[in-house]
C-alpha cells in the first residue's frame, strides 16, 4: 500500500507570504501517472490546485496560475508546491494525490492503477 506524507503547512502571518509544501510516496510503484495537490477551505468543496503528469506537464488552477509553481522529484517519487504571493483565500487544507501503476499480488502481480490521498496538511494565510 502506497501511502503519502505531507509536510510544509503553516501559517503565514501576512498577503504576499510563501510556503513550500512537499509529498512523498512510500511504497513500491511501477509507474507514477501523475501527483497533485488539491486543497478544501471550510464549506467548500475540493479542488485542484495543481497536479503535474509523469513527463512533467504541469496544470493549474486559474487562481493560483503565475503564483505556485508545481515540481516533481522522479527519483524520491515526490512532489512539491512553491506558493507564492499567498493570499487569504488560499486558506485550506491542502491534500497531495497520486495516481500510480503498481502490481497487484492478488491479481497474480498484474499492474492495477491506484488512486491515494495524503493526510492533509493546513495552510491559513493571514489577511
Known amino acids: 500500500q502506497v501511502q503519502l506524507v505531507e509536510s510544509g503547512g503553516g501559517l503565514v502571518q501576512s498577503r504576499g507570504g510563501s510556503l513550500r509544501l512537499s509529498c512523498a510516496a512510500s511504497?513500491?510503484?511501477?509507474?507514477?501517472?501523475?501527483m497533485g495537490w488539491y486543497r478544501q477551505a471550510p464549506g467548500k468543496q475540493r479542488e485542484l490546485v495543481a497536479r503535474?503528469?509523469?513527463?512533467?506537464?504541469?496544470d493549474y488552477a486559474d487562481s493560483v496560475k503565475g503564483r505556485f509553481t508545481i515540481s516533481k522529484d522522479s527519483d524520491k517519487n515526490a512532489v512539491h508546491l512553491q506558493m507564492n504571493s499567498l493570499k487569504p483565500e488560499d486558506t485550506a487544507v491542502y491534500y497531495c494525490?497520486?495516481?500510480?501503476?503498481?502490481?497487484?499480488?492478488?491479481?497474480?502481480?498484474?499492474?492495477?492503477?491506484?488512486?491515494?490521498w495524503g493526510q492533509g496538511t493546513q495552510v491559513t494565510v493571514a489577511s
Open positions: 503535474i503528469s509523469g513527463d512533467g506537464r504541469a
Open positions: 494525490n497520486a495516481d500510480y501503476i503498481q502490481l497487484d499480488r492478488n491479481r497474480d502481480w498484474r499492474p492495477r492503477q491506484y488512486e491515494t
Open positions: 511504497g513500491t510503484i511501477v509507474n507514477l501517472n501523475s
